[in-house]
């Protein structure tokens, strides 16, 4: 059950209250197949630079992720330069340097043509387009996206959004696409463009999962994991997109309990990714430290129903 | 069971995106006594001045509220006049004019001093010390606290919080009060301030119940009910208070299973309040409206664990 990502490869400067590391591994393809990788093969579709230390993702290929997809141009690599102050919750971008990213058209392998789940991260709209026009079929396919497309090509974007199965995007996104404060008023927009499933990323808030039609039950909230100590918050929501689909290609019924845990190991990845900077943490995550957060997920949220009791119901309303 | 409730009792001047009210029923203890009269009998102690429109108040009486504790005083009531924007995310204070509520000492009928549960609304922590100076006994005491006070009435409150159970507060403050933006680790510096439990408000983002030393498991989170249409937030958090205290003194056993029951009827108590305004939705919320809102929070929370399958474990990591 293979993966196909397509999306920025990158070298980050990134500083937190808690230190700075420099040109660390980054970009929305790296930290979504260092996520999905724990559970399914991943297939890497994106362009460096010659400049590019490759020998830094062996630890992916170790996990069976296939970069024959990752294109080295003459030039530079993508390089994103930022930093957080002290509530993590904001990235501050210092600097953005395109490199060869910036005449980056996504060429797909015939070998990577039918895939069971594709990712398409958060790059320009109609280059999600050109991937989509060359993929045979695929299981299911999902996208991300970001407030300067949703501003600026929100042609192509929704073009895109027809297409695919699943929007995963966090709360200041959904509500900006569908252009409404509210967000449950926003996601049954944004279900009506297109998508069956949309997955809103909270941060420390947690996630939502929607189901077109939620209003009769197609809902599921979790929580943000309980960290104490939150090191670097780039790239969480990859590593959420990551654990959601790596989940979904391990176990493909797609049944609503396996669409829940799903969400749930989504949560859990995204919590493992910020606890070091880059994809330090995820490159060293066992599987059952991920079963250990999943079943304290399960025993954070769950209660048993217990019938009110102890007093009268009130009147009828005078 | 009955609760004992001490706080403001005003008239609110609101105006939202959707429409506007003057002189409207308001204050800490009429919301709290609003939510928590559908579980269990309510007192309550407060002031008013001689203007105040005592026969709007019928409602709350015929839900065998005890309003003999209501004090009512020559002079003008407390009136307060604020604005929501938008997102209805934030109170905007137009006009706050204490009155009668200035000079409030809190003078507890011999009748109300044994409560089985002591609500501690959200007034000057001297005055809470007054009211717990006065309680004979209490099976519970809870407080609610905010900014003003954390930052000018430190250490009464403190004194205040070194003798209740629960202390009922919201994300903000949480951090304010131990000055940390971390909130896990800022509700372990609160539960060793006194308190057995916390539990955190976040608003659109649910709740939290932390019991002391939850990092062994004492930790459960719920959402925030899905509503497409927020009228008014006006006392939605002493509508939670009153929904969770309320449903304890009901069925007062204190496990586990009665506290995650109680803090998901607070969540649901403060999901109808915002219903309309003021007191209005749940001055006619039924037995029957609450028992499906609180199914449907098991139905939009719970998973049944299922194993990663499909995909080997990742070799260990070089």
Redesign the interface.
């Known amino acids: 059950?293979a993966i196909l990502a397509v999306g920025s490869v990158a070298l980050d400067d990134v500083e937190t209250p808690f230190g700075r590391v420099t040109s660390a591994l980054g970009g929305s393809a790296i930290h979504f197949a260092a996520a999905a990788?724990?559970?399914?093969?991943v297939q890497v579709v994106g362009v460096v630079g010659n400049d590019y230390p490759l020998d830094r993702l062996?630890?992916l290929r170790?996990?069976g992720v296939d970069l024959t997809g990752l294109e080295v141009t003459e030039g530079e690599s993508f390089r994103w330069s930022g930093r957080y102050t002290?509530?993590?919750s904001t990235a501050h971008t210092l600097d953005t340097r395109l490199g060869v990213f910036a005449d980056f058209h996504p060429r797909i392998p015939e070998a990577f043509k039918a895939p069971d789940v594709l990712f398409l991260g958060n790059i320009d709209p109609r280059l999600q387009l050109e991937v989509l026009n060359q993929v045979d079929r695929a299981g299911i396919v999902a996208c991300d996206t970001m407030n300067y497309w949703i501003e600026g090509s929100r042609a192509p974007l929704l073009e895109v959004l027809a297409r695919v199965d699943v929007l995963l995007v966090n709360e200041a996104e959904v509500r900006q696409l569908a252009g409404d404060?509210?967000?449950?008023?926003a996601a049954?927009w944004i279900l009506d463009q297109g998508p069956k499933r949309l997955v809103v990323k909270?941060g420390?808030?947690?996630a939502?999962l929607f189901d077109k039609g939620f209003d009769d039950?197609g809902?599921?909230?979790?929580?943000g994991y309980?960290?104490?100590?939150?090191f670097d918050p780039t790239g969480a929501g990859d590593a959420f997109a990551g654990g959601f689909l790596g989940?979904l290609?391990?176990?493909?019924d797609g049944s609503p309990?396996?669409l829940?845990?799903a969400l749930?190991?989504g949560s859990v990845l995204g919590s493992f990714a910020v606890e070091d900077f880059s994809v330090g943490r995820l490159?060293?995550v066992?599987?059952d430290e991920?079963?250990e957060r999943?079943?304290s997920f399960?025993?954070?949220?769950?209660?048993?129903?217990?019938?009110?009791?102890?007093?009268p119901?009130?009147?009828a309303?005078?």
Do not use: C, W
Request: hydrophobic share 40%; charged share 20%.
């Open positions: 059950m990788s724990v559970f399914a093969p062996d630890f170790a996990r002290h509530d993590l404060a509210n967000l449950f008023r049954n909270k420390e808030h947690g939502i039950g809902i599921f909230f979790i929580p309980p960290l104490e100590d939150v989940y290609a391990g176990n493909g309990r396996t829940r845990n749930v190991h490159s060293r066992t599987r991920i079963a999943v079943r399960r025993a954070m949220t769950h209660f048993d129903l217990q019938p009110v009791t102890g007093a119901a009130p009147p309303s005078p």
